[in-house]
Nanobody, 126 residues
Framework: QLQLVESGGGLVQPGGSLRLSCAAS????????IGWFRQAPGKEREGVLC????????VLADSVKGRFTGSRDNAKNTVILQMNSLKPEDTGLYYC???????????????????WGQGTQVTVSS
């Protein structure tokens, strides 16, 4: 059974960068689309970015376009979220989530993800 563990969160100053990792175990990551989500205190969970089985990425939040990128290494069972030019409004608990999909599938809708990590906290503050 697939399990996901996020890492790489922390405290960073505005304008800084963080690299989040989502490590998978229990099943080959290559069968899954991986989504990144975040939730700020008092706000609903928001989709950030998705990577397809083939490695294509779709940015889900307009606020991160041009600043966040995604990548995956199926051989290492790891997905990366690179976050640059961070802003205080990027603060939140960041999750990765997985959905088993067919080859060539596009990113699932957010409600279809059925395996979630525990999250890693990102705080952007001076």
């Amino acid at each position: 059974q697939l399990q996901l563990v996020e890492s790489g969160g922390g405290l960073v100053q505005p304008g800084g960068s963080l690299r989040l990792s989502c490590a998978a175990s229990g099943s080959p990551l290559g069968f899954y689309a991986i989504g990144w989500f975040r939730q700020a205190p008092g706000k609903e969970r928001e989709g950030v970015l998705c990577t397809t089985r083939s490695g294509g990425t779709t940015v889900l939040a307009d606020s991160v376009k041009g600043r966040f990128t995604g990548s995956r290494d199926n051989a290492k069972n790891t997905v990366i979220l690179q976050m640059n030019s961070l802003k205080p409004e990027d603060t939140g608990l960041y999750y990765c989530a997985a959905k088993f999909v067919g080859l060539g599938s596009s990113c699932p809708v957010s409600s279809d993800y059925n395996v979630w990590g525990q999250g890693t906290q990102v705080t952007v503050s001076s």
